[in-house]
């Protein structure tokens, strides 16, 4: 068996789609997967949350996007200071 740090997303996602398509319970089904029986009720758990909408899925392309307006959050942040700095000298 694989360290839990070794499984990728997209093998995470075709474990539980397997699970949840069989209808088996997870605890059987790892036995046949190879993974972690409380692992793999975790995996299914999230990603039926994830099918029913009720938490975001792990986009990599939304994550960079969402870092890069952190970022761009925390210069316009530094610059209103700077600005409002200098601007009280000026006065």
Not at 51 to 66: F, N, R, S, V
Not at 69 to 80: D, T, W
Request: charged share 35%.
């Amino acid at each position: 068996m694989a360290d839990s740090h070794t499984y990728t997303d997209e093998y995470r996602r075709e474990c539980a789609d397997l699970v949840i398509a069989s209808g088996r319970p997870a605890t059987q089904m790892a036995d046949e997967i190879g993974v972690n029986r409380k692992t793999l009720q975790h995996w299914v758990q999230r990603r039926k949350m994830e099918l029913e909408g009720a938490m975001p899925t792990a986009d990599p392309e939304l994550k960079a996007a969402q870092k890069r307006i952190r970022e761009l959050e925390m210069e316009n942040a530094f610059l209103k200071k700077a600005a409002a700095f200098f601007a009280k000298d000026q006065a």
